[in-house]
């Protein structure tokens, strides 16, 4: 059917812009080990994108 990503948060948003940190709390991650399962969309790659060295993510199948 249609793919999904799943994002977790592997560092910290302490020495980064208040954007970026909202765009975490807009991903659904609260913290350092944190995890959210999302459709797979323009939208959820254009925020991974923009925080992806505070982020890792993996596509998975349905």
Request: charged share 25%; proline share 2%; with cysteine.
């Amino acid at each position: 059917m249609g793919q999904k990503i799943k994002v977790t948060q592997i560092r910290s948003t302490i020495a980064n812009p208040k954007k970026m940190e909202k765009v975490l709390i807009g991903l659904g991650l609260k913290g350092i080990g944190s995890s959210r399962t999302h459709k797979d969309n323009n939208c959820i790659r254009g925020m991974v994108n923009k925080v992806s060295h505070l982020v890792k993510y993996e596509l998975i199948s349905e």
